[in-house]
């Protein structure tokens, strides 16, 4: 089985940088999902990490350490509309994602 | 290119009573999965299909749900009787069929409250 843990909610001002931490207990894997929800919305995907390290997309950025079971969100330059759960999730033998808790991120001026 | 759509939007019934939710997934996506996700929580796999074939129904309480897609394409998801755990949003997400194809692509999802 997987446990999966984030914080459950972040608060952040704007135009600051946040990282959101999760980390795993799992016997193996294929890949890291982060996927981004708005309140009220469906789940938007934002990254898949395979291999150890940071990857970077404009303003979010991924990392990932399978060794220590640990991995990351990076969210710069942060928008209010960046306000959101952030949801973690590992994709056990297949591309499936199975997701934590999610971590409530609230943005303010 | 149309995203997911499913339908109805929202729901609301008591307990014992059936309902159903339909999804339609991008077109040309092979595989399709229903989720459901407790206010809270995160998006938990009910089922999953490759064309009209179940891949994985694991976690589907199948005494009460059932779920099919007959053609391939659309998709529907029944539960019957409803109890009030059953309270929750359910989200149908659809990917590409082909290696290395691992971002799925979710609807707006169904808010289902039983009373």
């Known amino acids: 089985g997987q446990n999966i843990d984030q914080p459950t909610e972040m608060t952040a001002t704007e135009g600051a940088i946040v990282q959101i931490n999760c980390t795993y207990q799992t016997s193996g894997f294929n890949g890291l999902f982060w996927y981004q929800q708005h309140a009220g919305e469906a789940p938007t995907f934002l990254s898949y990490n395979v291999l150890d390290g940071l990857e970077e997309k404009g303003r979010f950025s991924s990392f990932l350490s399978r060794s220590k079971g640990y991995s990351y969100l990076l969210l710069k330059e942060l928008q209010m509309k960046d306000s959101a759960s952030y949801l973690c999730?590992?994709?056990?033998?297949?591309?499936?994602?199975?997701f934590g808790r999610g971590t409530s991120l609230i943005v303010h001026p | 290119e149309a995203g997911v759509a499913q339908s109805p939007r929202y729901k609301i019934i008591e307990k014992r009573q059936s309902v159903a939710f339909w999804c339609n997934p991008i077109?040309?996506?092979?595989?399709l999965y229903w989720y459901q996700q407790i206010l809270g929580q995160g998006p938990k796999l009910l089922i999953q299909?490759?064309?009209?074939?179940?891949?994985?129904d694991s976690q589907l309480p199948k005494d009460r749900f059932s779920a099919e897609r007959l053609k391939g394409v659309d998709s529907t998801l029944k539960i019957q009787p409803a109890k009030l755990e059953d309270s929750a949003v359910y989200l149908c997400a659809s990917s590409l069929d082909s290696p290395g194809a691992y971002e799925q692509y979710f609807g707006p999802g169904t808010r289902l409250l039983v009373l």
């Open positions: 299909f490759q064309n009209n074939g179940v891949v994985d």
């Open positions: 077109s040309g996506h092979a595989t």
């Open positions: 999730a590992l994709a056990p033998g297949s591309y499936i994602p199975t």
